[in-house]
């Protein structure tokens, strides 16, 4: 008699082929009219990295140079540098994701099918429909 467990316990394996080339150019082809923004979205992605890794430093600073020691000299321009460094970051990651949302809005909308004005996919079902007697 089973205790059902061996139902529970199974492992869904998904085989890999490798990276398609042919699949990676087609999709990179899609991105090559937007260069300009996928470099910015590149570089917002390298500045907030750094912003996001500038504010742990900082705090370093500020417990070793101003809290330990007790010294107060220097602590309000490290204060202003990490929250400059955080804003900074929430500000690079905002301009990543909005060039990442514009690159898939462009990208997708070159590549969907489009309908004519005059064809019958483009009609509401209402205009087709016969008049009512009445």
Not at 5 to 17: I, L, M, P, Q, S
Request: proline share 5%.
């Amino acid at each position: 008699m089973s205790n059902g467990a061996e139902f529970y316990f199974t492992e869904d394996r998904v085989e890999t082929r490798g990276m398609d080339v042919r699949l990676l150019r087609r999709l990179l082809s899609y991105l090559s009219p937007h260069r300009g923004l996928l470099a910015a979205a590149l570089g917002a992605l390298v500045l907030g990295t750094a912003c996001q890794l500038a504010g742990p430093y900082i705090i370093k600073l500020v417990i070793d140079r101003n809290i330990t020691p007790r010294v107060l000299d220097g602590l309000a321009g490290r204060v202003a540098l990490f929250l400059a460094a955080l804003a900074g970051g929430m500000g690079f990651l905002y301009l990543q994701m909005f060039a990442v949302s514009i690159i898939g809005q462009r990208s997708s909308s070159r590549s969907a099918p489009r309908c004519s004005a005059g064809s019958s996919a483009s009609r509401s079902p209402s205009s087709t429909a016969p008049p009512r007697a009445g």
